[in-house]
């Protein structure tokens, strides 16, 4: 029952040239997760994803921003105009999704309610799951585009003061299996306890290393401003 309701509350992002015909346009993927502030309902990703499309769009000034809010039904957004914040350091960017609340409902989207459910403290050893939505297992057809989802449940190994990571060297996975999950939001499972959104995935460095990286949810302000947690 875990990956029906964490579904709820992501999706694929992609840049590309063609609202028509997305064979050979489609230059790169990557994940997004929504969240009410109570303030403001947002779009989050990672900011090394909305800096790697504006470098491309400043070479390739037809690049669209494309999101699946309902999925048979993906469509561009001016991105530019519903930026709230980015922040390299915390490695998040956030939009306001106010005027596209209709199309996340028609596709079955939810905005975790972030503003009843704070997220709790991590410890080292609790469980992970975040869903994301890997490159290579993008469809790009003459008239149709499709993302397989990639879950992935792991246990905390790191906890930090301005993020936390996951060792996923034992999960007999590939480089590829991880390359498009960034802006996948990370929650928390306990025992007898409801999810709760506990951060952003924002990495994953492979070889020796072999771990994600997460930025904590809580560097999303109300206002939907981003700043570390010091």
């Given at each position: 029952?875990?990956?029906?309701?964490?579904?709820?509350?992501?999706?694929p992002?992609?840049?590309?040239?063609?609202?028509?015909?997305?064979?050979?346009?489609?230059?790169?993927?990557?994940?997004?997760?929504?969240?009410?502030?109570?303030?403001?309902?947002?779009?989050?990703?990672?900011?090394?994803?909305?800096?790697?499309?504006?470098?491309?769009?400043?070479?390739?000034?037809?690049?669209m921003?494309?999101?699946?809010l309902?999925?048979?039904?993906?469509?561009?957004?001016?991105?530019?105009?519903?930026l709230?914040?980015?922040?390299?350091r915390?490695d998040?960017?956030t939009?306001?999704?106010?005027?596209?609340?209709?199309?996340?409902?028609?596709?079955?989207l939810?905005?975790?309610?972030?503003y009843?459910?704070?997220?709790?403290k991590?410890?080292?050893g609790e469980v992970l799951?975040?869903?994301?939505?890997?490159?290579k297992?993008?469809?790009?057809?003459?008239d149709?585009?499709?993302?397989s989802?990639?879950?992935?449940?792991?246990?905390?190994?790191?906890?930090?003061?301005f993020?936390?990571?996951?060792?996923?060297?034992?999960?007999?996975?590939?480089?590829?299996?991880?390359?498009?999950?960034?802006?996948?939001?990370?929650?928390?499972l306990?025992?007898?306890?409801?999810?709760?959104?506990?951060?952003?995935t924002?990495?994953?460095?492979?070889?020796?290393?072999?771990r994600?990286?997460?930025?904590?949810?809580?560097?999303?302000?109300?206002?939907g401003?981003?700043?570390?947690?010091?």
């Open positions: 029952m875990i990956e029906p309701e964490v579904r709820k509350y992501c999706g992002l992609f840049f590309t040239t063609s609202l028509h015909t997305p064979s050979g346009n489609v230059l790169h993927n990557c994940s997004f997760g929504l969240v009410n502030t109570g303030e403001r309902k947002l779009m989050v990703t990672c900011h090394h994803v909305w800096s790697e499309f504006k470098k491309i769009r400043s070479d390739v000034r037809e690049l921003f494309g999101v699946c309902d999925m048979p039904r993906p469509i561009v957004i001016d991105a530019d105009s519903l709230v914040d980015e922040d390299r915390c998040l960017v939009f306001n999704m106010e005027t596209l609340l209709e199309i996340c409902a028609a596709g079955g939810e905005f975790y309610d972030l009843q459910n704070r997220p709790p991590i410890h080292v799951y975040l869903i994301g939505f890997p490159g297992g993008r469809q790009d057809a003459e149709s585009i499709g993302f989802r990639q879950p992935i449940g792991v246990q905390a190994t790191e906890v930090g003061k993020g936390f990571y996951a060792d996923v060297g034992n999960l007999e996975k590939h480089v590829e299996d991880f390359g498009g999950i960034s802006g996948s939001p990370c929650f928390l306990r025992e007898n306890k409801p999810i709760r959104l506990v951060g952003f924002t990495g994953y460095a492979p070889n020796s290393m072999s994600l990286s997460f930025t904590y949810v809580g560097c999303i302000k109300p206002d401003t981003i700043s570390p947690i010091l």
